[in-house]
């Protein structure tokens, strides 16, 4: 299964994944798609997120089970640990770190 969830999308990149894929909430797509359709379909999110942000999550082999992709300003970025992707959290803008 892949999902993808996009923030602050056009329209007509919204319109164009719910062709390959089901919108099940606003911006929420799944499916089951093949490698190549979904390499495609990360292509024109790449290309029509303009400034939003997108994240793309497949099944995989490995020990999480699943693998993904983000594009765009989010506080949450990927990490790799020990060949394991995690989730790293930046910042919060104007915050300060040493402050609880």
Request: glycine share 8%.
């Amino acid at each position: 299964m892949t999902v993808i969830v996009l923030e602050n999308a056009p329209a007509r990149l919204r319109g164009r994944l719910a062709v390959w894929m089901l919108e099940i909430r606003a911006g929420v797509y799944v499916g089951r798609v093949s490698p190549k359709v979904r390499e495609m379909l990360w292509e024109n999110v790449l290309a029509g997120i303009e400034d939003g942000n997108a994240v793309m999550v497949w099944d995989t082999p490995t020990d999480s089970g699943f693998s993904f992709r983000t594009h765009g300003p989010n506080r949450r970025m990927p990490a790799d640990f020990d060949g394991m992707t995690l989730v790293s959290f930046l910042p919060v803008e104007g915050s300060d770190e040493n402050s609880v």
